[in-house]
């Protein structure tokens, strides 16, 4: 199934917190700060419903999205308000994929977990949480895996300033 027929389906399923979707398109030549947009099509889901809505892309027969490839976060800007949750699923039977993401306010940066439906999702939420400082609630095990319990900050945001130096060893 492509991209239209796998969004047509989650709307015909009504799978919830489905806000949108976000096409590749070339540049406007009339719009010289318009770049166009490169890459996968993706949908825009609200962040609350994001368990809710993956549970409908793995159950629904149809869609059989049976893995979590991916659950990142992206940064865009320094200056941007919010940032982006990005969830890659594939569906083995149907050899097809989808991209999902969500819009988070970097201020109050929460959602909750998606590890009851995806248990992969555990260590990619424990990744977002300590780089990005999303918090997950009712993750089963929120402790950090790549930096140490006492770390300041969160060094994959844009606006992060690595410290001199942790414990007497230079970070530069």
Not at 20 to 27: E, I, K, N, Q
Not at 106 to 117: D, F, G, R, W
């Given at each position: 199934?492509?991209?239209?027929?796998?969004?047509?389906r989650l709307l015909a399923v009504a799978a919830p917190g489905l806000l949108?979707?976000?096409?590749?398109?070339?540049?406007?030549p009339a719009d010289k700060k318009d770049k166009g947009?490169?890459?996968d099509p993706f949908v825009w889901v609200?962040?609350?419903?994001?368990?809710?809505?993956?549970?409908?892309?793995?159950?629904?027969?149809?869609?059989a999205f049976e893995i979590l490839v991916d659950l990142s976060a992206v940064d865009p800007s320094k200056d941007d308000p919010n940032m982006w949750v990005v969830v890659q699923l594939l569906s083995l039977s149907f050899r097809h994929r989808l991209a999902v993401k969500c819009t988070l306010p970097?201020?109050?940066?929460?959602?909750?977990?998606?590890?009851?439906?995806?248990?992969?999702?555990q260590w990619h939420e424990r990744e977002c949480a300590e780089m990005f400082g999303i918090t997950f609630s009712g993750h089963p095990d929120p402790r950090n895996i790549l930096l140490p319990e006492d770390w300041v900050g969160t060094p994959l945001?844009?606006?992060y300033v690595f410290p001199d130096e942790y414990h007497g060893i230079s970070c530069k």
């Open positions: 199934m492509d991209f239209r027929g796998i969004h047509d949108g979707h976000d096409l590749p398109r070339p540049s406007n947009r490169a890459g609200e962040p609350a419903l994001l368990p809710a809505f993956l549970e409908v892309c793995r159950d629904d027969p149809r869609l970097k201020a109050s940066a929460a959602l909750p977990t998606s590890t009851p439906v995806y248990r992969a999702a945001r844009k606006d």
